[in-house]
């Protein structure tokens, strides 16, 4: 049986929700996250990097999201519905699956770390300090980084339903995470589109399993 090394709200989350939309059996090996919200050191014992989510399959052990997405559309779709029969759609399904990762999350993991040097576990003394340079660079820099790329996710999604096209695909999973993140982090409000998109993730009964599968699943904002 396949199994999910599942951390709390993390990454973890659309492998679950995968699993779901594929109807596959799973189990759910659960980690908490640390005081300092990073993932407990027990991972390591799974995979050397000690990050989630982690895939089981039959002695396989695969790591990262998007790795383990695609190893389950080539393996557990047969009929190929998480991925589309359209070429000009399997380029857009190609790029949001290293999108996500490769582009959009490492500004939006910057901007909750900027965000939070005014806040504990920063020393006491320090946070002054950290709560001035991490607005100062949110304002001049990175606001505008993650406000074009809402502006480009908004203008994809206002041609089409998912991201690879007319019906959702593994590119849509994998683009979850960091959708959620940009509306609950991003700052910014006028975004339709995307929003439409979350509200069609979440009226899934495959999503909603997958949340009641791994525990309330919450991007709280910065």
């Known amino acids: ?53 982690v895939l089981e399959d039959e002695g396989l052990v695969i790591a990262e999201s998007g790795a383990i997405l695609e190893y389950l559309q080539e393996t557990y779709d047969p009929e190929q519905r998480l991925k589309p029969h359209d070429v000009a759609m399997r380029q857009q399904y190609r790029f949001w699956l290293h999108y996500a990762e490769g582009s959009l999350m490492p500004l939006l993991l910057m901007k909750l770390v900027f965000s939070s040097l005014g806040k504990p576990p920063v020393p006491f ?12 660079i949110e304002k001049a820099w990175l606001n505008k980084q993650i406000a074009t790329h809402a502006r480009f996710i908004e203008s994809e999604l206002a041609q089409r339903p998912w991201f690879a096209g007319e019906e959702l ?14 509306l609950a982090r991003g700052g910014i409000d006028d975004l339709p589109h995307t929003k439409a998109w979350q509200k069609r993730v979440e009226a899934r009964p495959a999503w909603q399993r997958a949340v009641q599968q791994g525990g309330p699943f919450s991007l709280p904002g910065s």
């Not at 492998?15 to 594929?22: K, Y």
């Not at 991972?43 to 050397?48: A, D, G, R, V």
């Not at 003394?125 to 100062?136: E, S, W």
């Open 1 to 53: 049986m396949l199994t999910v090394h599942h951390l709390n709200q993390s990454r973890s989350q659309r492998v679950l929700w995968a699993l779901e939309e594929l109807e596959q059996p799973y189990q759910i090996v659960r980690y908490q996250r640390e005081k300092t919200m990073l993932a407990p050191d027990s991972l390591k014992k799974i995979h050397p990097l000690g990050k989630s989510p």
């Open 169 to 182: 695909s593994m590119a849509d999973v994998q683009m979850s995470f960091p959708i959620f993140a940009l």
């Open 125 to 136: 003394g320090f946070r002054t300090i950290g709560k001035a340079l991490g607005g100062g």
